[in-house]
């Protein structure tokens, strides 16, 4: 584990290779599981604002959910997530005639990003835990863990990024900079470049 700011980062998000391998997964990391992807109560308001816009995009089951439960609904251990079908379907993932899963609060985004005018607020790509996948984050005491979480079915992800010498930090560079700021992000670049140099000394 290393120390930044008010963060603890595991060794894995700086030494785990990984590249999302689309082509093979079809994104079906947000169709598949026993839970909603984690929200924070920020999101969820900004859900609920976007909400008339997405439900004619979801899924009849989809909208049925949401109006039986809600957006989100609180887990087992009691954190915030969104709100599935069948146990394991985000409400917001629709599956297109080739298979392929998307996510209609993404597609939402990338169809407004380049208008003139200044974006709402409410206007997000998509919940911070998934915009990070696979590294999720955790609370340890008054400090925020990133931890690298291993899923079977993002195998052919850790082969690309393999292939690519892709480090994870450096994949989820987007997200992470989203999440935690530049100075932050260049710091944990530094404080991996030294890393890979103590690695190499000691080798």
């Not at 990984?18 to 839970?35: H, L, Q, S, Y």
């Not at 985004?109 to 200044?118: A, L, P």
């Not at 996948?133 to 931890?147: A, H, N, S």
Request: proline residues 5%; aromatic residues 8%.
């Amino acid at each position: 584990m290393i120390l930044i700011r008010d963060t603890i980062v595991s060794l894995e998000v700086l030494e785990k290779e990984f590249c999302c391998d689309i082509d093979n997964c079809k994104g079906c990391c947000c169709i598949e599981g026993d839970a909603g992807a984690p929200v924070t109560p920020e999101e969820e308001e900004m859900l609920r604002k976007l909400l008339p816009e997405l439900l004619p995009q979801m899924t009849k089951a989809a909208r049925q959910v949401v109006e039986k439960q809600g957006l989100a609904y609180n887990d087992p251990s009691g954190e915030r997530v969104l709100s599935i079908v069948n146990d394991k379907d985000c409400i917001f993932a629709r599956t297109d005639h080739n298979g392929w899963c998307y996510c209609l609060i993404e597609r939402l985004y990338n169809s407004r990003k380049s208008e003139v005018e200044s974006q709402k607020p409410e206007w997000f790509k998509k919940p911070i835990s998934c915009h990070l996948y696979p590294i999720r984050l955790t609370k340890v005491g008054e400090m925020t863990g990133l931890e690298y979480h291993r899923w079977d079915i993002c195998h052919s992800s850790r082969q690309l990024g393999h292939k690519l010498h892709l480090p994870l930090y450096k994949f989820l560079k987007e997200p992470l900079i989203r999440r935690f700021g530049q100075d932050w992000y260049d710091e944990l670049c530094l404080t991996a470049e030294e890393w890979e140099k103590a690695k190499g000394a000691g080798g």
